[in-house]
């Protein structure tokens, strides 16, 4: 059974930093695309980034140049760095695989719904201004 912990949420400032974390079991980890997405409260989920199985990565326009989405296969572990926050990224954070798909990176970004792939139970980010 696929489980993903996320942890790493956490209020900060404008400008500030967050590292998120997605720990990773169930399942041969470095086989498939994991991604992050959001939803904030009347929102729509969006893909924030994603990284395939070969380490491609993809990015929502309203993060690049902020955020970085790496992994660590030896840990199971899936992060996402997040500089230069802005209020307007304030929302859960949610992370997805994709286990059993064939998916690229830019797939996993557009992925809106929400019974498609698994997903951990959220971890909340606040940037205030």
């Known amino acids: 059974q696929v489980q993903l912990v996320e942890s790493g949420g956490g209020s900060v400032q404008a400008g500030g930093s967050l590292r998120l974390s997605c720990v990773a079991s169930?399942?041969?980890?470095?086989?498939?695309?994991m991604g992050w997405f959001r939803q904030a409260p009347g929102k729509e989920r969006e893909g924030v980034a994603a990284i395939d199985s070969d380490g491609t990565t993809a990015y929502a326009d309203s993060v690049k140049g902020r955020f970085t989405i790496s992994k660590d296969n030896a840990k199971n572990t899936l992060y996402l760095e997040m500089n230069s926050l802005k209020p307007e990224d304030t929302a859960m954070y949610y992370c997805?695989?994709?286990?059993?798909?064939?998916?690229?990176?830019?797939?996993?970004?557009?992925?809106?719904?929400?019974?498609?792939?698994?997903r951990g139970q959220g971890t909340q980010v606040t940037v205030s201004s």
């Open positions: 169930g399942y041969t980890y470095s086989n498939y695309c």
């Open positions: 997805a695989a994709y286990v059993g798909l064939v998916m690229t990176a830019i797939q996993a970004l557009g992925v809106t719904r929400a019974d498609f792939g698994s």
